[in-house]
């Protein structure tokens, strides 16, 4: 019996081809640079076979988003209702880690600014009540300045870890991000 779609291991690795290929070529240039003859040709294939499967290259760029995002939510979502902050945070760096390669193209310089709002929006929703008890009397608009800050040193953090080659564990970088956050709270929020 032949499998259709996505269950068909020959279309699991045409996918898989172009996926490697668009991340090879976002480490040299910009997306909207990107052209899907150089796409297909660099995955070894026509561009007639890129097209049953995308509409276009920006189609192909979501596709590999929402994978990302439908796994990031999955171990992130899991981890809040098992553990603590820090288990929540080795969760994420431990992905991230083993997404390397697609972390690095798209938070890089030639990534896709959408992504990285996504990823912050996704660490605000996860993360707040973390952040939140830490000095649960303090202000909101207090709250928001530091959330923001939060955030966004968390995303510096991952492209500079990713940038740097990843020399230090998951765990050092959770257990770096912990300790500011848990010592930086109650400073900042409760006033």
Partial sequence: MNKSGDANRSVRNTKAKLRASM?????????????????????????????????????????????????????????????????????????????AEFCRAFLGPNGDTAFVERVKYLVDAKCSAFWRNAAPQGSQERFNLYNAFIINGCVGVIQKWLEGGMKETPEEIAQLIATIVSSSALVTISR
């Fill in 23 to 99: 991340l090879a070529l976002m480490q040299q240039k910009p997306v909207k640079e990107i052209t899907v003859k150089e796409l297909a040709d660099l995955a070894n294939m026509n561009r007639g076979t890129f097209y049953f499967h995308y509409t276009d290259i920006y189609a192909l760029l979501e596709a590999m988003e929402d994978e990302f995002f439908t796994e990031f939510d999955r171990v992130s979502s899991s981890q809040i209702k098992m553990g603590g902050a820090f288990e929540y945070l080795m969760a994420i760096f431990d992905f991230l880690g083993a997404n």
